[in-house]
């Protein structure tokens, strides 16, 4: 096998894990907002959209570094991933 085809198919390879993994973060995104059923791609009812401002508050606040640096490992790159961990910890500490 040429240099070229091992490159082929290395970004061929990288394709498709990308696409996996962005279908993976659309449904995850989804999935967290609730807006949205990832199967059928239309709202689950019949209501308008709630957009995430209507749904959601900016708080900024400071955190020690040591509980970030686990927030982000534990997070990792999904998007919304951090906004659903600081909710879920503080909706069970308050509760």
Avoid: C, W
């Amino acid at each position: 096998m040429s240099k070229k085809d091992k490159y082929s198919s290395l970004l061929n390879k990288k394709n498709t894990s990308a696409i996996k993994n962005e279908k993976h973060v659309n449904e995850a995104h989804n999935t967290l907002f609730h807006q949205d059923d990832p199967k059928k791609g239309k709202s689950n009812n019949n209501q308008k959209k709630k957009k995430f401002e209507d749904k959601y508050k900016r708080a900024t606040f400071y955190i020690e570094n040591d509980i970030i640096k686990l927030l982000d490992k534990q997070a990792g790159k999904e998007k919304g991933e951090k906004t659903r961990l600081v909710n879920e910890a503080l909706r069970q500490y308050l509760s």
